[in-house]
């Protein structure tokens, strides 16, 4: 078991920055994945960016150039900075840990991104 705290949403202008941080109850050495995903007002679920344990890492299309996550292993936490902020990058950002066939949550914490 793993509990995921997310922290660093909030309100912010277009164009602006932000740095959500996801800190992990233990060690997450065993973490296949750490990622991001956000649920925006009326959509789906959808991946954000994922990192693996070998340290590559994925994006989505929408996020290329302007996230980049990135994890401490020392602190047990997972990052996603986020630069260049669109209003349509409003939503819930959730910071998900793939353990062997587990897939662990955290609470989320909410983005906006005003125009």
């Known amino acids: 078991q793993v509990q995921l705290v997310e922290s660093g949403g909030g309100l912010v202008q277009a164009g602006g920055s932000l740095r959500l941080s996801c800190a992990a109850s233990r060690n997450i050495f065993d973490a296949n994945t750490m990622g991001w995903y956000r649920r925006a007002p009326g959509k789906q679920r959808e991946l954000v960016a994922v990192?693996?344990?070998?340290?590559?890492?994925n994006y989505a299309d929408s996020v290329k150039g302007r996230f980049t996550i990135s994890r401490d292993n020392a602190k047990n936490t997972v990052y996603l900075q986020m630069n260049s902020l669109k209003p349509e990058d409003t939503a819930v950002y959730y910071c998900?840990?793939?353990?062997?066939?587990?897939?662990?949550w955290g609470q989320g914490t909410q983005v906006t991104v005003s125009s």
């Open positions: 990192i693996f344990s070998n340290g590559g890492t």
């Open positions: 998900n840990a793939a353990i062997f066939t587990n897939n662990f």
